[in-house]
C-alpha cells in the first residue's frame, strides 16, 4: 500500500505532481486514504500530469490514444498529439553510451558524428552520421539511463492497477491486464533492436503487391552490425516530410492535381495492403513519418509503433468496411459482436441504435465527404459504451486509418477515399473468396462437399431411427412457434433438395466413370443436367428468401 510516510524518491515525486494538479482520487489511493470509484481528471488535466511525470508516463498516454474503446473521444484527442518538451542530452553522454555498447572505438566505424540532435524525443534522439564506407546513416540513441526510470515507474503503476483492479471500474477494464499489455508495449520500445525487426518486416511486405509499384516505396535498410537494444542506425534518406515537398522535382509532364493523386493513392494501397492483407502495419502514419524523396519515391520512416491483425479479424473489418458505406447498422452491430472479446452479450437492440444514430448522419453525405477513419474511431466507442470488449490492435489499426487519412486530405484536398477503396475492396473480397491459390481452394471445396454428402445420408438415417424407435427427445421453450415451424421446414427441404442434388451429381458421376454405350452417357448427361437446374433452383430461393446465413 501507498503512503506518504513510506516513499521512494519516485513515489514522492509522484505524489508531488498529483498534489499539485489536484486529483483527488489518485491522492487517496497513493497515500492509503478513503477512495471511491475511480475519478479521471480532465483531458487538459491528465494531459499536464502526464508531461510533469516524464517520458514513461508520456509514452503511457500516447498509448492510452490507441484505445478508443476506453477512452471517451476528448480523452483520445487529447493524448494524441502528448509529447515531452524534452531537451536533447549533452553529446558527451552520448558519445559515452556509444562507446559502451559498440566497444570499439568510435573512429573506426564512423567517419563523422554530427553531435547536434536532429530530434529528440521522450525514449532517445537521432544524430547523422557517416560509415566509415561513406554510407550515410541515421543514428538513434537511447537516452542514457532512461531503461531504470521506465523499471521504476512500471513497478509503482503496476502496483496502483493493482489496487484500482479491487473497484467495479477495474474489474469491468481488467485493469492489471491493460497495464500489462501497456508496459509490454514501453518496453518493446526501450529494446532498439524490435524496431530494426519491425523495420525489415515492413520492408520485405512492401517489396511485393498487386496494388503498386513496390519500387515507389522505401523503407530504410538496418545497418544491423552497428545495432543494438540502445543503437539503431539506419539508411540516412535525403528528403523531406510529404506535405513540405517540392513536386517539382523530379521535373513531370502530368499537372500537379495528377502527381498529387497518384501519390496519395500509392499510400493508401501500400497502407491497405498492410491492414488487410498483410496483418502487420505501421501504426503511425502522420505526415513526419512520410517523406518524399528527390527522385519522386515515398519513404516509411520511424516503425516503431507496429500493429498486427490476424486473419479472422481482417476478414471481419473487411466486412465492416462494406457495411459502413452500405449504412447497414444491422451488419454493424453483428461483426461488432464477432470481433468482441468478451463473454457478456449485450442488448443487441440498444446495439443496433446506437449504430443507426451514428450513421444516420451520414445518409446525405456523398461518398467524397465521408471521414471513415471518424466512423472507425465512433465504432470503437460504441463498443466501449455497451461494455464490449474489442481486440486492443483496433485502436492501433483506428490510429493509423485516421493519420492516413488526415495526412492523405491535407496533400490532396480532393480525396475521395471511396474511388481509393473501391478497386481494392474488390480484390480483397475475390481474396476471401478463393484466396491466393485457387485450385486449392477448390480442392478443398470439393472436400467439404464430398463429407458433407458422405455424412448427411448416414445423420439421417440416425435421426429417422431415432424418431421411429420413440428415443429422440426434445427439450423446447419457444415463443412465437408457427415461424420457428415454418423456418424448420424450409431448412428441412432444402436440406433435402441438397441432398437429392448430391446424389444426383454422384450418380451421374458414378454412370459417366463406367459408361461404355451412348445409353449410360445420355442418362449421366441427363442426370447433371437435372442436378444442375434443382441446384440453380435452390440457390435463387436462398437468395431470393434474403437469409445468406
Not at 502527381?259 to 495492403?273: D, E, V, Y
Not at 488487410?276 to 513519418?289: E, I, M
Not at 450513421?359 to 470503437?380: A, G, H, P, T
Not at 478463393?434 to 445420408?457: H, M, Q, Y
Request: charged share 20%; aromatic share 8%.
Amino acid at each position: 500500500m501507498f503512503s506518504l510516510t513510506q516513499t521512494t524518491g519516485r513515489q514522492r515525486e509522484i505524489i508531488e505532481v498529483v498534489f499539485g494538479n489536484g486529483w483527488d482520487y489518485m491522492r487517496g489511493l497513493l497515500t492509503g486514504g478513503k477512495i471511491d470509484e475511480p475519478q479521471i481528471p480532465t483531458p487538459e488535466v491528465l494531459r499536464k500530469i502526464l508531461v510533469e511525470l516524464g517520458p514513461f508516463y508520456v509514452k503511457l498516454g500516447q498509448l492510452l490514444s490507441t484505445r478508443p474503446d476506453l477512452l471517451p473521444p476528448r480523452y483520445i484527442q487529447a493524448l494524441t498529439a502528448l509529447q515531452t518538451n524534452v531537451p536533447p542530452v549533452a553529446w558527451q553522454e552520448i558519445e559515452t553510451l556509444l562507446q559502451g555498447q559498440l566497444q570499439q572505438p568510435l573512429n573506426t566505424i564512423f567517419q563523422m558524428i554530427n553531435p547536434t540532435a536532429i530530434a529528440a524525443g521522450s525514449i532517445g534522439q537521432v544524430h547523422r552520421g557517416t560509415l566509415i564506407d561513406g554510407q550515410e546513416v541515421a543514428i538513434k540513441v537511447q537516452r542514457p539511463g532512461i531503461d531504470s526510470i521506465v523499471a521504476q515507474d512500471i513497478t509503482l503503476i503496476s502496483a496502483i492497477a493493482e489496487l484500482v483492479a479491487l473497484t467495479e471500474f477495474g474489474k469491468t477494464y481488467d485493469l492489471v491486464k491493460l497495464t500489462e499489455e501497456f508496459t509490454q508495449a514501453v518496453k518493446a520500445e526501450l529494446n532498439f533492436t524490435k524496431e530494426g525487426q519491425y523495420t525489415d518486416q515492413l520492408r520485405l511486405n512492401l517489396s511485393k503487391s498487386q496494388w503498386f509499384d513496390p519500387s515507389e516505396i522505401i523503407i530504410p535498410k538496418v545497418f544491423w552490425e552497428i545495432t543494438t537494444e540502445k543503437i539503431l542506425v539506419l539508411e540516412w534518406l535525403e528528403g523531406g516530410p510529404l506535405l513540405d515537398a517540392n513536386l517539382s522535382i523530379p521535373p513531370s509532364e502530368k499537372p500537379l492535381s495528377e502527381r498529387k493523386k497518384a501519390i496519395t493513392s500509392l499510400l493508401f494501397r501500400a497502407f491497405f495492403q498492410q491492414l488487410y492483407r498483410d496483418g502487420f502495419f505501421h501504426a503511425d502514419p502522420h505526415p513526419g513519418n512520410l517523406f518524399y524523396l528527390p527522385d519522386g519515391r515515398i519513404a516509411i520512416i520511424d516503425c516503431g509503433m507496429i500493429g498486427r491483425l490476424d486473419p479472422r479479424t481482417r476478414q471481419i473489418l473487411t466486412e465492416m468496411l462494406l457495411a459502413i458505406f452500405d449504412l447497414d447498422a444491422q451488419r454493424c452491430s453483428q461483426l461488432t459482436l464477432e470481433l468482441s472479446e468478451s463473454t457478456n452479450i449485450p442488448d443487441l437492440e440498444n446495439l443496433k441504435l446506437d449504430y443507426e444514430r451514428m450513421l444516420r448522419k451520414y445518409y446525405d453525405l456523398s461518398l467524397s465527404q465521408f471521414n471513415f477513419s471518424e466512423v472507425v474511431y465512433e465504432i470503437l466507442q460504441i463498443a466501449r459504451q455497451n461494455k464490449i470488449k474489442v481486440p486492443g490492435s483496433l485502436g492501433l489499426y483506428a490510429k493509423c486509418l485516421a493519420n492516413l487519412e488526415g495526412t492523405g486530405r491535407q496533400f490532396n484536398p480532393n480525396l475521395n477515399l471511396f474511388d481509393e477503396i473501391k478497386p481494392l475492396m474488390t480484390d480483397l473480397f475475390r481474396l476471401q473468396l478463393i484466396g491466393d491459390t485457387p485450385l486449392e481452394t477448390s480442392l478443398r471445396t470439393v472436400l467439404d462437399l464430398k463429407t458433407t454428402f458422405l455424412k448427411t445420408p448416414r445423420q439421417m438415417d440416425v435421426l429417422l431411427n431415432r424418431l421411429t424407435s420413440e428415443t429422440l427427445q426434445w427439450n423446447l421453450r419457444l415463443k412465437d412457434l408457427d415461424p420457428v415451424r415454418r423456418s424448420i421446414d424450409e431448412s428441412a427441404n432444402r436440406l433435402s433438395f441438397s441432398i437429392v442434388v448430391g446424389s444426383l451429381i454422384m450418380g451421374a458421376a458414378i454412370i459417366s466413370t463406367g459408361a461404355n454405350t451412348q445409353e449410360l452417357i445420355i442418362v449421366a448427361d441427363i442426370l447433371f443436367a437435372a442436378a444442375t437446374l434443382l441446384g440453380l433452383w435452390l440457390i435463387i430461393s436462398i437468395l431470393r428468401s434474403g437469409r445468406l446465413k
